[in-house]
């Protein structure tokens, strides 16, 4: 499917870095869904502890990566379509749990544990972004995995 060794890797569980530990565990709960999103068939990659799924599938363009509750399979969304962009959209996620200053510390070596190339450029686009509203915290996460999508696929203007 095109997924590297080191996503490989955290979706089987056998990266064990403290920044996956609640975010990124074996797919368990996804199994006993009744339902599963509409399209094409998936692999589920990951379970966060609160019963969300993240899984990827074939699309039109290569690979679309997507959440959804095991609770609403059916209420799913589309977080990216490259490796990098749906590492993007984690590293947000963990950026934002950061509550100690050796977490945020970690994070960089967190990153290269899964070959994620646009951490330091995240953290820095995050701090710099307006986080006010959910609706402006949801456009710098879609614009910022959006830039990290189109240049691993190749768009020098990203």
Known sequence: ??????????????????AFDYYCTTPYMVYACADAPAGDPLVPMWE???GGVTAVRPAETGLEFLEFSVEAPQEYRIVARTEQGLLAHLFITLYEACDEP?????LLEDAASVGFLYCSELVSAYDAAEHRTFEEHQS????????VDRRALGDASA
């Open 48 to 50: 966060d502890r609160g």
């Open 102 to 106: 050796d977490a945020e510390a970690a």
């Open 140 to 147: 710098f996460v879609g614009a910022f995995v959006d830039s």
């Open 1 to 18: 499917m095109g997924i590297s060794t080191a996503v490989i890797e955290l979706a089987a569980g056998n990266n064990r870095r403290a």
